[in-house]
């Protein structure tokens, strides 16, 4: 509450005046040896192997790096299951672990900008005249910028889709989904594959919402986000009409059971259709053949991986050299699994043989719908308080 805020404020506060005094205290003579460290959850830190960082110290003479496990590797999107405050003391906790942060859509939130928990990495960036903004696919490069801040860097990204069983639509000969599919198409095909009973009840659903953020489908179908930006900070804006019916019909289909609603130990539910990070379409515990379908509408949802900093770092530039340097390596890139696109165009075709390489393998049509038409995470932003606003609808 009102604590929280307060103790919030002050850490905000004290951020802002170590970056004050960061400003007047001389760069680092070319002798000193400074140590930056960075942070990542054990699951990505593992897969990377020491002679990264060792290659990066012997190009930075007067930089030592230190690696901290930290952090949880989320495979969804930001979803706001705790309440902004807990997100916050989270985020918090982690910005004081390391001066470099490895971060997902769940750790980078506006909620987390704009309260100063991370380096707007603006003016490192717009200074770099080594920094080539054209090898990063512009969906992913953009996906951390928001508010007028440069925040991240992107490593790789994961999609979310529609995971759809083939089969069961064959069965109920419905056409499989397609880019240009409408709220329309999206409901007479769920209708027509959920299970009935002889009284004509669903016994079960048709789809679920794997993500945590439903409103993935609705952007796509809208063709644009859910904020305006015409005033800084940006604010959510839902106040679109068609926003209002998609919701409403979206209730309807929740109401009477076709859309199922994810209670915790729905994980072995395997619906005909989902919403779903790529991981969920190799599911070993599932028989069935899955395939991965653009959303209706025709757009591709980003869970981008990337590194921050953090905003209580004493060493800005090293921290941001590090970063840079993280980005080129392929074999970064593909510790955050499943990985569909490298965030830079320079390193997307080197082979790199891990464990999990040859689990996930994403069909070419979806990668390149990721490219031409994902939802940057800067595009999704407010999206996530979409979830709660139906779960209140139905409830109440």
Known sequence: GRDMRKNRFLLTFVFGIMLTLLSIVPTIAQGDEIVISVAMPELIGGQISQDVFDQFEAEHPNIRVHRVNEGEFSYGMATPILSVDDQLDAVADYVTTADVLAISPSWMTQEATRAGYYLDMTPLVTSDPDLNPDDFYAVLYDSYQWDLGFWALPVSTDVVTLIYQPEAFDAAGVEYPQDWWTIDDFENAARALAEYDNNGNVTAPAFVDFSGNTSLIFMSLLGHGLYDDSVIPSVPSYTDPMLEEL???????????????????????????????????????????????????????????????????QYPQAAYELIKFLTTRPEVANAFFPMVLTGRKSIADVEINSEFTSLFAVPEEIANAAIENGLPVSEARFGTYINPVLTQITQN
């Open 247 to 313: 919701v409403t019909r979206w209730k309807d289909m929740e109401d009477d059971g076709v859309i199922g609603l994810l209670a915790s130990a729905d994980l072995e539910l395997t619906p005909p259709m989902s919403l779903a990070p790529s991981l969920f379409a190799y599911n070993a515990a599932q028989d069935t053949e899955n395939q991965l379908a653009t959303l209706p509408g025709g757009a591709v949802g980003l869970n981008v991986n990337g590194f921050a900093i953090s905003a209580g770092t």
